[in-house]
């Protein structure tokens, strides 16, 4: 959730800082005071489109920070893990936008990509307007919709994994059945892995041939090396001699513990001098020359490149040629049986998917009815009795998410056929439609904060008080934003903020959270124009009218 919003000359906002509590906040003010500018502001910081326009008039650069809250274990938490952000404390996510129109994003910070965050923040945030159209009116997401309903993950991701299978199966008829496979290519195929295995390369081999020639080439400068180290060592005036001797003498003082500590110490260092001494001895008697073997391993590296420039530049990729033109001869040899086989292998692989696939969807079919009655019961407490609702299964091709085609159909009013949601004509109708939905899908979609931008434009009385009842209610599980014009519905939130514009040189939009009294006065603005008595009783009462329904309704 959204804990804390900066705005910094961006349109009319000089500066302000907001605190957000959890629940329903109502943004309220006179027409044309900015109430939305705050709604943009959160929209560029989200990852939305930034231009130049969005610079206050006199200054160089506009500047929106937020401080959000994300769970850890969300797609959004571990996004964040994956930048370098810990979700077990807050993330500041910032964005400056300067005059020429450039913007830079960071996330605590540390300039990130826009796309990451907008990425990080979309399964967080949700502006009412921006999404409705892709998510819930059209049809192309019902589906998707559907499933986060029915809460069948692992039965979605076992037919998507059995459409996969099928899917590589059927490419592989594809590709083999359309494939020309001419026989005079079985004997140059032949010749290519006889040659291959006549010299029987392994990467063992490959790389003995390179330590046998490295230390051969190396000889004289080994053999020497060691012998004169072992002479060091181990000659009559070699460092072991010396060293048993002061070690002799020091142990012998028994009037001086610590020197005689000195001589113990001195004396295992002996011994472990005296047995590298003698691995270096046995080593010494290993070394050998034999040029024959030399011309031998000097003759089998030349084979050895002469594949790799004609097969591959490694050893690795020697054996894979190889065995790749067995499997062509082989297919060359065998193609109709292999393909009958093939076929066989998807045919069963299909049927499976079918299976997974007619199991999913009689899930949807029953989560549909549960969804059906849910969002009519929606409907009908935003005042839209007659509102019927269905969820309608075609067939489609077999796809990774199984054979059905999910649409949505509406139909608000009695008598008129039940059709697509984004036909719904009546701009009352499809904001109370759309704040059914959401009352459902935000939750289930892990959308922590919801912004509403005058959902309530084009309707009054019992509806607005329904509408500020049901955000309300969607608060209980999300943090809710709203701008809102009506004061049946700025009545039912928890936090009232006034937006308000002042004329001075500049023009300046600042928003301020509301008391108890204040907060009373621009409810009792809203509703009559007026602060007087009457006003103020009247705005009072409605206040308490929707804060006993919340308690009764939440």
């Not at 959000?68 to 938490?77: D, L, N, Q, R, V």
């Not at 849910?374 to 005042?383: D, G, M, R, T, Y």
């Amino acid at each position: 959730m959204l804990r804390q919003i900066t705005v910094k000359n961006f349109i009319l906002i000089d500066e302000l800082t907001l605190d957000f509590p959890k629940g329903m906040s109502v943004f309220t003010g006179e027409t044309g005071a900015g109430k939305s500018l705050l709604i943009d502001a959160i929209s560029v910081l989200i990852g939305e489109r930034a231009s130049s326009s969005m610079v206050r008039t006199h200054s160089d650069t506009a500047w929106v920070e937020g401080v959000f809250e994300i769970e850890p274990s969300s797609p959004a938490g571990l996004l964040a893990q994956s930048i370098g952000a810990d979700p077990t404390d807050v993330i500041v996510f910032s964005r400056s936008i300067s005059r020429d129109g450039k913007s830079v994003a960071r996330v605590n910070g540390k300039i990130t990509p826009l796309s990451v965050i907008k990425e990080i923040l979309s399964s967080v945030v949700d502006i009412h307007s921006q999404h409705d159209t892709q998510y819930l009116l059209n049809d192309k997401f019902h589906e998707s919709l559907l499933d986060e309903f029915s809460n069948h993950t692992e039965l979605l991701e076992e037919t998507k994994r059995l459409y996969r299978n099928y899917a590589t199966l059927m490419q592989d008829v594809k590709s083999k059945s359309e494939h020309e496979f001419n026989v005079d290519d079985i004997d140059y195929l032949q010749f290519q892995i006889q040659e291959i295995e006549s010299f029987s390369p392994t990467v063992e081999d490959y790389q003995e041939c390179m330590i046998t020639q490295k230390q051969m080439m190396s000889f004289e400068k080994i053999s020497q090396v060691t012998s004169s180290s072992i002479d060091l060592l181990d000659g009559s005036e070699g460092v072991k001699e010396k060293l048993f001797e002061v070690s002799r003498l020091l142990s012998g003082v028994h009037e001086e513990e610590k020197l005689q500590q000195y001589g113990s110490s001195l004396e295992s260092l002996y011994y472990q001098i005296d047995e590298i001494t003698h691995d270096l001895s046995s080593f010494f008697d290993t070394l050998s020359f034999d040029e024959s073997i030399l011309n031998h391993v000097q003759q089998r590296l030349y084979e050895y490149g002469k594949l790799k420039r004609k097969y591959g530049p490694s050893i690795e990729d020697i054996l894979l040629k190889k065995q790749e033109f067995e499997e062509r001869v082989y297919m060359i040899e065998h193609r109709q049986d292999i393909l009958e086989k093939l076929k066989a292998n998807m045919d069963a692989s299909y049927q499976l998917f079918v299976k997974s696939a007619k199991q999913l969807s009689e899930s949807r079919k029953t989560s549909a009815k549960l969804l059906q009655i849910e969002i009519v019961e929606h409907l009908k407490q935003l005042q839209l009795p007659f509102a019927a609702f269905e969820v309608h299964f075609d067939s489609k091709e077999a796809s990774p998410t199984g054979l059905d085609k999910v649409s949505f159909l509406i139909s608000m009013n009695p008598g008129e056929p039940l059709r697509p949601l984004s036909k719904v004509a009546s701009g009352g109708e499809l904001s109370r439609l759309m704040l059914g939905l959401k009352a459902i899908f935000t939750r289930l979609q892990g959308i922590k904060t919801v912004i509403f931008d005058e959902i309530d434009t084009g309707v009054s009385g019992v509806v607005a008080s329904k509408i500020g009842l049901k955000m309300r209610t969607i608060a209980s599980d999300v943090q809710v934003l709203s701008v809102s014009h009506l004061a049946s519905v700025a009545a039912y939130a928890d936090t009232h903020f006034l937006v308000q514009k002042t004329q001075d040189q500049l023009t300046t939009t600042d928003i301020l959270a509301c008391d108890d009294t204040s907060r009373l006065q621009q409810m009792a603005l809203m509703a009559s124009g007026s602060t007087s008595e009457a006003a103020l009783l009247a705005a009072k009462e409605l206040f308490d009218f929707a804060q006993r329904e919340v308690t009764v309704n939440t």
